[in-house]
């Protein structure tokens, strides 16, 4: 019973909609109507300004946090209710139940984000010492390469590596890798607009390589 109900856990805390409430305290908007929809911190940014989306960010990597720390409290030898609460908490961030909107023709459509956040924050809670790989890796994507969807690609990549070399050497769990090859999938199923967009060249710019197009534009 303690697994199930540490499960739901997992993804009730993935559905906390930081993004929505941030950006709804801050301007009254509804971000699931601005751009791209979701409720992560990229579009947050978009909708309510910078700080509104670091900390939309920040709020949803704790969230991703606090489902695996809550899971190694409650059961801590169970090394896959670590991984599966993990992966529970990105499903319930990029498919919100509570966050459900109809569409022009009326069906139902469920929000959220695109996991990126969340995803880095299991990936720490499950080995902190991750957190100095994935995150300078994940940096450089969204503000030196410039794209959201890279950088949130790096973050699964980077865990499923992380997990297979610290899984062979014996320093995690081997079922740690099972989780970073779940992550990255449901990352990748999330952002399969963007990478068309990436291969059409037609992905937003954001960070670094944003700002100087715009002084290019500009001068």
Do not use: C
Not at 117 to 145: E, M, R, V
């Amino acid at each position: 019973m303690m697994k199930i109900i540490m499960l739901i856990l997992a993804y009730l805390i993935g559905t906390i909609p930081s993004g929505f409430i941030y950006v709804k305290l801050k301007t009254g908007e509804d971000v699931r109507t601005i751009q791209s929809g979701r409720t992560g911190g990229t579009n947050s940014m978009r909708a309510a300004g910078v700080w509104v989306g670091i900390a939309t960010m920040v709020t949803d990597f704790l969230k991703g946090g606090a489902a695996v720390l809550l899971a190694k409290a409650l059961l801590p030898e169970n090394a896959w209710i670590h991984v599966l609460s993990g992966l529970l908490v990105i499903i319930g961030h990029n498919y919100n139940i509570f966050m459900s909107t109809k569409d022009e023709n009326g069906k139902w459509k469920i929000g959220g984000g695109a996991g990126g956040s969340p995803a880095l924050g299991a990936t720490t809670a499950l080995w902190p010492a991750s957190f100095l790989i994935a995150f300078p890796l994940s940096f450089i994507g969204l503000y030196f390469i410039g794209y959201a969807s890279v950088a949130t690609i790096i973050s699964g990549s980077s865990a499923l590596i992380i997990y297979i070399v610290t899984g062979i050497l014996g320093i995690t769990p081997l079922a740690y890798i099972a989780y970073g090859a779940g992550a990255l999938t449901l990352l990748l199923i999330s952002l399969k607009e963007n990478i068309k967009r990436l291969l059409n060249g037609t992905e937003r710019l954001h960070g670094y390589r944003a700002r100087k197009k715009k002084q290019a534009e500009e001068s």
